[in-house]
């Protein structure tokens, strides 16, 4: 038996806005993300991820908060530089935070009780 293709979704966010404009550009890369979660396709966070902390050594502050939205991904794309292990280590860092605060599209919640219920009204 043959298996399914595999494949995924990349946001090129630089091509992104090219298409939808960039002040669409977030609402679209959201429903984006929203779309692959809800049909289970994986997601490719790309274009300029801490790209100035690779070329140059140092980070914009827009760089890191949109990192920290690469949680949301499967897997984001780094452009190769001079600093690139610093960005790995940076990516890497963000990353690990940010999974104790949300999982994907999930919002980490809390044990229902429900046996509980049932059993004080039977």
């Not at 292990?85 to 990353?95: D, F, K, R, S, Y």
């Not at 999930?106 to 219920?117: G, H, N, V």
């Amino acid at each position: 038996m043959r298996s399914p293709a595999t494949f995924g979704v990349m946001i090129a966010r630089g091509d992104l806005a090219v298409e939808c404009s960039y002040q669409r550009l977030a609402e679209v890369q959201e429903e984006i993300l929203w779309i692959c979660e809800a049909a289970h396709v994986p997601v490719i966070w790309a274009t300029q991820v801490l790209e100035n902390l690779a070329k140059n050594g140092i980070p914009s502050r827009a760089e890191i908060s949109d990192a920290a939205l690469g949680n949301q991904a499967e897997c984001v794309m780094l452009n190769k530089g001079e600093h690139i292990l610093q960005a790995v280590e940076t990516l890497n860092g963000i990353l690990c935070r940010m999974q104790s605060h949300q999982n994907k599209k999930s919002s980490m919640m809390r044990k229902l009780k429900l046996a509980q219920f049932f059993h004080l009204h039977s």
